[in-house]
Structures are given as C-alpha cells and as structure tokens.
C-alpha cells in the first residue's frame, strides 16, 4: 500500500526567505505526483502536476522536482510571501489498479510565513 | 461553472440520520473522485467514477456509504445512518480521463454529526 509523508509536518519562516518541503512515498510505480495548497476551511487548489517521466515542474516561484527512483518529491518556494500562508499537500497517483485510481495524500505541511 | 461546485458547504445533522452531499464537476470531466479528509489529516480516497460507473469503490469504509453519478456528470455520495465518526470534510474532485491527468477539487462539504 503506498504511503506518502511529508516533511516538516509545521515551518515559520521569514518573508523573503527561500524554502522546501519535503514529500516523500514508498511505492515508486507513480503515475504523477501532484502538489496542492490548502488554506483554511477551504478545499484544495493544484499547484503542480509532474508526470512520472519528468524531472521537474515550474510555476512562477514555484518549483516541483520528482525523483521517483528514491520515492521523493521535493517544492520549492521562492521568495515566500505572507500570502504563502497555507497547508501545502503531496499526493501520488499510483500505476496500477486495486484501489489505486485515487490519489494518496501526505497529511501536509502547514506553512506560516512571517511579515 | 468554471471550477468543481460542492453543495452543501456545511451540512449538520443528527445521528441516524440519512446524509446526501451533490459535487458538479468540471464540464467535460469524465474521471470524478470523493475523498474525506479528517481534521489534520490529508485527504483519503472513496471512490472513482468514470463516467456513469464507479471503477473503483474500495475506499468506501463501510456498507453505509454509496455514491452514485447516474448521467456521468453530477455525483451523489450518500450516507445512511450517519455515525459521529463520519463527521470530517468531503471533498470532490474531477478531471478528465486518464491518470496521468490534474485533479481538481471542490471546495468541500463540512458535514458535522451530533
């Protein structure tokens, strides 16, 4: 059964300050794998979306990188502002069947960036 | 609608009680999913639709649970006797066939059992 853990499950950093967290799953036979920002009380909106044959993906001062060999995914934010704020969560989907078609979700990494 | 539309937001009621929750995806969307997520907790896995069947139901916990999405588009996911454990946020979610495809999610219903 895969799993998925994100590290450091809590980070308060500085504006202005460049950061990553960390996602990381035990069953290499990934499809994608997905990043999504949570804010509170609201549902989840996609950030990235990396297939399993690439490397990475970018999206303004984000950056997604997926080694699927070492079963790790790793975000990058670049110069965090406030309104980075928020529960940013990792979810792989899996390659084959037998309750797989459902991505898995790490349990998030809750993000407060200090003005 | 541009986005995945979750209807009701906030649903309470009481134990016992039978529970519907409505999620319109995306236009066009043939892959619909429902997740729970639980306080603190990422989202778990219910069920996927493609089209009008269910592919893959093996993340409904119990008999209690049954979704259904009988045209292909709007979904229903049902529960019966509603238990205090089964308070948590479920969240739907579409995209179009494939699984190499983007998610994109609802904003959720908060369903609250007392």
């Known amino acids: 059964k895969q799993e998925v853990t994100q590290i450091p499950a809590a980070l308060s950093v500085p504006e202005g300050e460049n950061l990553v967290l960390n996602c990381s799953f035990t069953?290499?036979?990934?499809?994608?794998l997905q990043w999504f920002r949570q804010d509170p009380g609201k549902g989840l909106t996609s950030l990235l979306l990396?297939?399993?044959?690439?490397r990475e993906q970018t999206s303004g001062r984000l950056n997604a990188s997926l080694d699927k060999s070492s079963g790790r995914s790793t975000l990058y934010i670049a110069a965090s502002q406030p309104g980075d704020s928020a529960t940013y969560l990792c979810a792989a989907r899996m390659y084959s069947g037998g309750g797989a078609d459902g991505l898995t979700f790490g349990k998030g990494t809750h993000l407060i960036i200090q003005p | 609608g541009a986005g995945v539309s979750q209807t009701p937001s906030n649903k309470v009621t009481e134990k016992g009680k039978y529970v519907e929750l409505r999620c319109d995806p995306i236009?066009?969307?043939?892959?619909l999913y429902w997740y729970r997520q639980s306080l603190g907790q990422g989202p778990e896995f219910l069920i996927y639709f493609q089209g009008t069947g269910a592919a893959d139901d093996s993340g409904l916990p119990n008999d209690r649970f049954f979704a259904v999405r009988p045209e292909g588009s709007v979904s229903t996911l049902k529960i019966q006797r509603t238990e205090r454990g089964d308070s948590a946020v479920y969240l739907c979610?579409?995209?179009?066939?494939?699984?190499?495809?983007?998610?994109?999610f609802g904003q959720g219903t908060r369903l609250t059992v007392v």
């Open positions: 990396i297939q399993s044959s690439q």
């Open positions: 069953d290499s036979a990934i499809y994608n």
């Open positions: 236009s066009g969307h043939t892959a």
């Open positions: 979610a579409s995209s179009r066939a494939g699984r190499d495809t983007e998610a994109f």
